[in-house]
């Protein structure tokens, strides 16, 4: 399990790393204007999201273990905030007049709020067993 739990760290760090680079280069061309060869936007749209880790391990003094805490309290907060846009986004994909010809069918609302309130109800078990 801890090596089903470490790849899925691996690949969830790495989505959200591409989100972080893909982000600020849209910040960065389409609202502050700013021209940069891709190589360099890439680098420093990367050095940009790493500041944070580098800030947190310099606070924890690179300390594997407060990192593992620190990854753990983490997702938890993580969980707490996914259900405030899973339901809303199942909810917007089922309307008809907001989605039109794309709109969810009623099979796939259905299965997303079942799959939804049972991520909900582990993540409430989780934040019950941390607490």
Same mark, same amino acid.
């Given at each position: ?10 690949? /969830?760090?790495?989505?959200s790393?591409i989100t972080?680079?893909?982000?600020g280069?849209?910040v960065?061309?389409g609202y502050l #204007?700013?021209? &940069?060869p891709?190589?360099?936007?890439? &680098?420093? /749209?990367r050095? @940009?999201t790493?500041? !944070?880790?580098?800030i947190?391990?310099?606070? @924890?003094g690179?300390?594997?273990s407060?990192?593992?805490d *620190?990854? $753990?309290?983490a997702q938890i @907060? +993580?969980?707490?905030? $996914? !259900?405030?846009? &899973?339901? !809303?986004?199942? +909810?917007?994909?089922a #309307?008809k007049?907001? *989605?039109?010809?794309?709109v #969810?069918?009623? &099979? =796939?609302t =259905? @299965? ?5 309130s049972v991520? =909900?109800?582990l #993540?409430l078990?989780l $934040?019950?067993?941390?607490i």
């Amino acid at each position: 399990m801890s090596w089903l739990f470490a790849f899925a760290l691996l690949i /969830t760090g790495m989505i959200s790393s591409i989100t972080s680079t893909l982000s600020g280069q849209i910040v960065m061309e389409g609202y502050l #204007n700013i021209r &940069l060869p891709l190589w360099q936007r890439r &680098l420093l /749209t990367r050095f @940009v999201t790493l500041i !944070p880790i580098l800030i947190i391990g310099f606070l @924890v003094g690179f300390n594997e273990s407060d990192f593992e805490d *620190m990854i $753990l309290y983490a997702q938890i @907060v +993580l969980s707490i905030a $996914l !259900p405030f846009t &899973l339901f !809303p986004m199942i +909810l917007l994909t089922a #309307n008809k007049k907001l *989605m039109g010809a794309h709109v #969810n069918n009623k &099979l =796939t609302t =259905t @299965v997303g709020i079942i799959l939804a309130s049972v991520i =909900t109800l582990l #993540n409430l078990q989780l $934040l019950i067993s941390t607490i």
